[in-house]
Structures are given as C-alpha cells and as structure tokens.
C-alpha cells in the first residue's frame, strides 16, 4: 500500500526532473562543454548553504567568468541544477554540512545533537509568521554567524565531487545523445535513399 502512495510523488519527481535538467540538455544547441559546465556551477552553487541568493550567485558567477576569463556555460542550465536544494531537501542537505563542518574544523562544543535538535531550533528561528526583516536578521544572525563557517566549511567536499560527477555525467550524456541522434538520422536516410533506388 505504502509503494501505491508513494510511486506517484517519486513519478512527479521524475517528471521534474526530466523537463527541467534532462530535456533542455538534449535541446541546447551549444557544444556539449558548455552544457555540462553548466551543470558544474549549478551543483556547485546548489550544494553550498545558499538557499535564497543561488539564482544571484550563478548571475554573478556567469557574469564574472564571461568579462573576466572568457569562460562562458549554460547559464539557464546552472539555474535549473541549483534544483538539488529545494524545500525537501535543504534541511537535511544543511544538516549534513553542518555536522561534516563541525568534524573537519574539529569543533567538540555541545549543542545541536541530531537532527530534530537542528530541525527544531531551524523552525523555532524561522517562523512562518515572521516579518520579512526579522528572517534577514535572523538568517545573518544563526546561518551567517552562528552556523556559517560550519556549514560552509562541510559543503565543500560535496560541491566538489558532484560539480565534478555532475561535468563528467553531463558530458558524457550529451556527447553519448547527439551520437545516437546522428547513427539514427544516418540509418534513416539510408533507409530512404534505399527506397528511392528502390522505386527508381
């Protein structure tokens, strides 16, 4: 029964997941470089603790590595990637990098001893009737001062190794798709221009 309910949200999810990072991959009609660095700062961007100023730090990102270096990648595609961090995920993606934060600086102070702990001071410092200065206040106050250097700090290894995952995939995806585009429209010609022989 469990299964019954639960396959329609993961088809949702699949569906999501097709239209807005697999479908504009196969669409774009730029080398498949320049998509797959797209999926690169998209992950990069997506798995730090930015929730809220991603699609501001990809602008500034894309705007950057085109004036400056002359490095230029799929900026809509970066926007999409950033998807990794969305309202089901973000806490337990922060909660992560603030646990894996606190191990790489070595941090043994007490406090925040599991997840609910994390969850419950997050609902407790965010909630749903604050006014919108008082949650810029607050985010500065707990995600910037208190819990910044942490959470920081640990999502460095998983940007990392998914933007570089994420490159890798995303190019060989495209590379592996438009070569199978080209052997079917190839076997489709043939097969007309056998036709045309044929009736010829």
């Known amino acids: 029964m469990a299964k019954l309910r639960a396959r329609p949200f993961f088809e949702q999810l699949k569906t999501i997941a097709r239209h807005q990072l697999i479908i504009p991959l196969k669409r774009s009609p730029h080398p498949p470089e320049h998509s797959a660095r797209g999926v690169l700062i998209g992950l990069i961007w997506g798995l730090t603790p930015t929730v809220g100023i991603q699609i501001i730090g990809v602008s500034f990102t894309w705007f950057i590595a085109r004036r400056a270096f002359n490095w230029d990648f799929n900026y809509l595609g970066a926007l999409a990637w950033t998807i990794v961090t969305n309202p089901l995920t973000f806490l337990p993606?922060?909660?992560v990098f603030f646990v894996t934060g606190?191990?790489?600086?070595?941090?043994?102070?007490?406090?925040?001893?599991?997840?609910?702990?994390?969850?419950?001071?997050?609902?407790?410092?965010?909630?749903?009737?604050?006014?919108?200065?008082?949650?810029?206040?607050?985010?500065?106050?707990?995600?910037?001062?208190?819990?910044?250097?942490?959470?920081?700090?640990?999502?460095?290894?998983?940007?990392?190794?998914?933007?570089?995952?994420?490159?890798?995939?995303?190019?060989?995806?495209?590379?592996?798709?438009?070569?199978?585009?080209?052997?079917?429209?190839?076997?489709?010609?043939?097969?007309?221009?056998?036709?045309?022989?044929?009736?010829?």
Do not use: C
């Open 102 to 200: 606190r191990m790489i600086l070595g941090d043994t102070s007490a406090g925040l001893t599991g997840y609910q702990a994390f969850v419950g001071v997050w609902n407790q410092t965010f909630e749903p009737d604050t006014g919108w200065f008082e949650v810029v206040g607050t985010y500065f106050s707990v995600i910037v001062h208190d819990w910044g250097l942490r959470l920081l700090v640990g999502s460095i290894p998983y940007a990392a190794v998914a933007s570089i995952v994420g490159y890798w995939w995303g190019l060989r995806f495209i590379i592996r798709y438009r070569r199978a585009r080209l052997a079917l429209r190839l076997k489709r010609h043939g097969k007309r221009t056998q036709a045309n022989e044929a009736n010829g």
């Open 93 to 95: 993606l922060y909660y």
